[in-house]
T-cell receptor
Framework: AQTVTQSQPEMSVQEAETVTLSCTYD???????LFWYKQPPSRQMILVIR??????QNATENRFSVNFQKAAKSFSLKISDSQLGDAAMYFC???????????FGTGTLLAVQP | IAGITQAPTSQILAAGRRMTLRCTQD?????MYWYRQDLGLGLRLIHY???????GKGEVPDGYSVSRANTDDFPLTLASAVPSQTSVYFC????????????FGPGTRLTVL
């Protein structure tokens, strides 16, 4: 069975600095997708970034980028120039190409210090 | 375009009562999902629907039922609520069951006493 592990329950970063959130996963599938979702205090689940496993190039969305290491089954999220609005719970998620569900990690709570 | 709406926003319910959580999407997505979010466990899939008229069980389906009479609506019913069903419930949708990206509603916080 596929699993997603986020080993950092909490992280903190200074405003304007860079922070990296870790995520590892376990799968025997070759076709899959990886995601980072942000959940602010409003509770809304917001898609931050997605990565297709077949793509070698790391996905980037403005200040958010990933370091996708397929062989190591690692999918970390880098937030550059951190802003107060980035404070939230961040979830890493996996979806197999042939499955119908997202498998979530337990989340990392990110605090941004002014 | 509202995306996905859920109702109610929050609810306190006595154990043994029946409750239906509503979910409506206006994106004409074929696939819809229900997840529950519990502290320390992330989100877990309860039920899903590939398309109108079909449903399937997810990871934690016991105590819940769903129906999909049309494309837009995907209600989740707790026939006889128990305290362990206290959770935040999220509805999500995607273009199709094989499409990677799922979009989430705002969630319903349910407390069963």
């Amino acid at each position: 069975a596929q699993t997603v592990t986020q080993s950092q329950p909490e992280m903190s970063v200074q405003e304007a600095e860079t922070v990296t959130l870790s995520c590892t996963y376990d799968t025997s599938e070759s076709d899959y997708y990886l995601f980072w979702y942000k959940q602010p205090p409003s509770r809304q689940m917001i898609l931050v970034i997605r990565q297709e496993a077949y793509k070698q190039q790391n996905a980037t969305e403005n200040r958010f980028s990933v370091n996708f290491q397929k062989a190591a089954k690692s999918f970390s999220l880098k937030i550059s120039d951190s802003q107060l609005g980035d404070a939230a719970m961040y979830f890493c998620a996996y979806k197999g190409g042939a499955t119908n569900k997202l498998i979530f990690g337990t989340g990392t709570l990110l605090a941004v210090q002014p | 375009i509202a995306g996905i709406t859920q109702a109610p926003t929050s609810q306190i319910l006595a154990a043994g009562r029946r409750m239906t959580l509503r979910c409506t999407q206006d994106m004409r997505h074929n696939a819809m999902y229900w997840y529950r979010q519990d502290l320390g466990l992330g989100l877990r899939l309860i039920h899903y629907s590939n398309t109108a008229g079909t449903t399937g069980k997810g990871e934690v389906p016991d105590g819940y039922s769903v129906s999909r009479a049309n494309t837009d609506d995907f209600p989740l019913t707790l026939a006889s609520a128990v305290p362990s069903q206290t959770s935040v419930y999220f509805c999500a949708s995607s273009v199709s069951i094989s499409t990677d990206t799922q979009y989430f509603g705002p969630g319903t916080r349910l407390t069963v006493l």
